[in-house]
């Protein structure tokens, strides 16, 4: 876990890639892609997160997140990819808990 800079503690850090054009699907217009991205993002948490049992790491459910993240937004946009914050240059956003939330 790493410490955002608001302070609160981020128990999932990842990148997003999405293409704006490929070979398969053409010109992909960027509104498109966020909106594809931020849905794809909340089922695959909320698929995660489902299946979750209780005690189970977070690293664990991050590392699952990540992969079905990847999977089904490929699945939609190819090219797509979600990987580890590697980017120079690429403002980091944090979805932290709300104040006086705790994990």
């Known amino acids: 876990m790493t410490q955002g800079d608001s302070g609160a503690t981020t128990v999932c850090k990842f ?3 999405l293409p704006v054009r490929n070979q398969q699907q053409g010109d992909i ?5 966020q909106r594809v991205a931020a849905y794809r993002a909340n089922r695959s948490a909320h698929t995660v997160l489902s299946k979750a ?3 189970e790491m977070l690293a664990v459910l991050c590392l699952a997140f990540k992969e079905e993240y990847e999977r089904v937004l490929g699945e939609q946009i190819q090219g797509a990819r979600v990987s580890e ?3 120079q240059g690429v403002e980091t956003v944090y979805f932290d808990l709300p104040r006086g939330v705790a994990p």
């Open 53 to 55: 049992h209780a005690g």
């Open 15 to 17: 990148e997003v890639g």
């Open 85 to 87: 914050c590697v980017t």
């Open 29 to 33: 217009p960027l509104e498109d892609a």
